[in-house]
């Protein structure tokens, strides 16, 4: 398999997009283990877990859901139901890549080591997750929550309340983002009896339930730095992130949802590098 089939596979650019969740963990880890989280070592291991992690999650995803996906004219162009790649093949390079996570979180400290058998779990069950529940994106949001904690856990090796805010600010923000992503497969997953707050509740409601989810992630988001005093380039941050909540929310009620979408996740890029320049400005300077 060549470099681009399997940047196609694993959706390199949503990696690039995942890295500052784990950055933001260890610098809000800074005045707990300053000596820890400025380590080289603890940014280049927390860096190889989450891509390690990333990989597996879209590894196992793309296994567990290819004939879906087959079926699904969105997704019929991903690489297994194209015929890029064989089931086996994407098998071995999430078993490679959990084997890979395991490794680094070893090396980062013991409660990111026995964390990193949950992490896995996590990825390997969210599949599966939407054939019984609607709580899918909530599911989802905990994957992805996983990466500030780990962050976190990575520079202190020790639990506190701080990275639980940052990951509740995290899922509340992803699930609110899956619920607007479902309104496009509404239709298909009524057809094949999967799960999801549009199609089990319409559109409407999701949208409502969408819009909570930002709401309480951006207040997530000031708890977290209050408690931690963050200064001026934090607030500016997240005062830029709600600017952009509310944009995304405002373009998702739009009647032509395709175009409306493609502009939802070009915008919603900007939101894990806004707080991440925003935490490093606040922390460094």
């Not at 790649?85 to 994407?90: H, I, L, Y």
């Not at 709401?215 to 200064?231: C, P, Q």
Request: overall charge positive; some cysteine; proline content about 3%.
């Amino acid at each position: 398999m060549g470099f681009k089939k399997f940047s196609n596979l694993i959706m390199i650019e949503q990696t690039i997009f995942a890295l500052p969740f784990a950055y933001i963990g260890i610098l809000f880890a800074y005045g707990i283990n300053g000596a820890k989280a400025k380590s080289l070592s603890t940014w280049i291991f927390a860096t190889i877990a989450l891509v390690a992690a990333r990989t597996a999650g879209m590894s196992f995803n793309r296994v567990i859901d290819a004939n879906i996906d087959a079926k699904n004219p969105r997704t019929k162009d991903r690489t297994i139901p194209k015929g890029e790649a064989t089931k086996s093949q994407v098998w071995f390079i999430g078993i490679i890549s959990s084997l890979l996570l395991i490794g680094s979180s070893y090396l980062l400290n013991s409660i990111c080591f026995y964390l990193s058998f949950v992490a896995i779990f996590l990825l390997f069950t969210y599949s599966y997750f939407k054939r019984f529940s609607s709580s899918s994106h909530f599911y989802l949001g905990l994957v992805e929550a996983s990466a500030p904690i780990g962050g976190y856990l990575a520079a202190t090796g020790k639990f506190s309340v701080i990275p639980f805010i940052l990951g509740g600010a995290i899922l509340l923000w992803i699930a609110g983002l899956d619920i607007v992503y479902a309104l496009l497969d509404k239709e298909f997953d009524r057809e094949e009896n999967l799960y999801s707050l549009p199609s089990v509740y319409g559109k409407k409601k999701a949208l409502k339930a969408s819009t909570a989810c930002y709401i309480l992630s951006f207040a997530a988001m000031i708890v977290a730095g209050m408690i931690t005093e963050k200064s001026t380039p934090y607030w500016i941050a997240v005062t830029c992130i709600a600017f952009v909540f509310i944009y995304q929310q405002t373009i998702a009620r739009s009647h032509d949802l395709e175009s409306a979408l493609k502009k939802f996740f070009k915008i919603n890029m900007y939101i894990s590098p806004f707080l991440l320049i925003g935490t490093f400005i606040d922390v460094f300077f």
